[in-house]
């Protein structure tokens, strides 16, 4: 069973930037595709990014492209997502993920998806 933390959520004003962090137990992190997801009020879970086993490719959403950068360091159990520039529709509850058997897509839908944290959240002010 893979437990997933997150944290580094909290409010602040636009333009500001933020770094979320997501450690997740277990021995096979390593081999995980790690993504992020977010959900504001009202609306459904969109995806913002993904990093694959390696880290050698990464995909982000449209509206984060520039802005956001995804990485992750294996040898710490965690993922971690840079979020500049913040506009106040970046406002939401940011959720990690981990797809623990063999993947090899973006991983951008979240029904593809095995393991969740408990989210994050994120407010940012105009």
């Known amino acids: 069973q893979v437990q997933l933390v997150e944290s580094g959520g909290g409010l602040v004003q636009a333009g500001g930037s933020l770094r979320l962090s997501c450690a997740a137990s277990?021995?096979?992190?390593?081999?995980?595709?790690m993504g992020w997801f977010r959900q504001a009020p009202g609306k459904e879970r969109e995806f913002v990014a993904s990093?694959?086993?390696?880290?050698?490719?990464?995909y982000y959403a449209d509206s984060v492209k520039g802005r956001f950068t995804i990485s992750r360091d294996n040898a710490k159990n965690t993922v971690y997502l840079q979020m500049n520039s913040l506009k106040p529709e970046d406002t939401a509850v940011y959720y990690c993920?981990?797809?623990?058997?063999?993947?090899?897509?973006?991983?951008?839908?979240?029904?593809?998806?095995?393991?969740w944290g408990q989210g994050t959240q994120v407010t940012v002010s105009s």
């Open positions: 277990g021995r096979s992190f390593s081999s995980y595709t």
């Open positions: 993920a981990a797809i623990s058997r063999s993947y090899a897509g973006p991983g951008r839908g979240a029904h593809e998806y095995d393991y």
């Open positions: 990093i694959n086993w390696s880290g050698s490719r990464t």
